[in-house]
């Protein structure tokens, strides 16, 4: 896909900023995370993740990323049947 040329690189790029953005928020509520103190959303993701074993956070993760992968063709699909690449 990427030697393609077309918008969906714009797209793939934007997806790249967004995650490393979520991922350094999540990284700075872990440094200063209180359980019994729930600030935002932040902080119930991390209350529900210290829940489940490592196991089923591998899988919740691995499936999440499948998911991602199935949204990405989806939009490529649309995108090309409507002509937007």
């Known amino acids: 896909m990427k030697f393609l040329p077309g918008s969906h690189h714009t797209i793939f790029k ?3 900023l ?3 953005f979520v991922k350094e928020k999540i990284d700075k509520h872990k440094e200063d995370w209180n359980p019994s103190e729930s600030r935002d959303i932040i902080d119930s993701y991390l ?3 210290a829940k489940v074993s ?3 956070q ?3 993760q691995q499936g999440l990323e499948i998911r ?3 949204k990405q ?3 490529l699909h649309l995108s090309c ?3 937007h690449l």
Do not use: C, F, H
């Open 18 to 20: 967004l995650k490393s």
């Open 58 to 60: 591998t899988l919740l």
């Open 47 to 49: 209350q529900e993740m």
């Open 73 to 75: 063709a989806q939009i």
């Open 14 to 16: 934007n997806l790249r």
């Open 54 to 56: 490592k196991e089923e």
């Open 81 to 83: 049947l409507y002509g």
């Open 68 to 70: 991602r992968d199935e």
